[in-house]
């Protein structure tokens, strides 16, 4: 409940509202969800792509890797774009 900026609420009229969440995270820092490895959550791979998916703990690692310095280092990257350069704390959570 405290990561989103909205709240579900029960409703005497409907199921449910939606409501500001004035403690979420995202009021004060940069958040990023990252579905890994591809293949769960929401993210997919192309099919036509040799070894899209990976089949152990090392290729998660080095997929994971490779993400964090397109965010950093690629000039299209969201960071770049946001202003967040590699001396800001990173915190990543499981």
């Not at 791979?45 to 070894?51: I, Q, R, V």
Request: net charge negative; proline share 7%.
């Amino acid at each position: 409940m405290e990561l989103g900026p909205f709240w579900l609420k029960t409703s005497d009229s409907k199921p449910f509202d939606v409501v500001r969440n004035k403690y979420a995270w995202t009021n004060d820092y940069n958040v990023i969800f990252v579905d890994q490895p591809v293949g769960t959550g929401l993210s997919y791979a192309d099919p036509n792509y040799p070894k899209a998916y990976v089949t152990n703990m090392t290729e998660i690692a080095n997929d994971f890797y490779a993400a964090l310095k397109e965010l950093y280092l690629s000039p299209g990257g969201c960071f770049q774009k946001v202003g967040i350069k590699g001396e800001h704390p990173l915190f990543v959570f499981g």
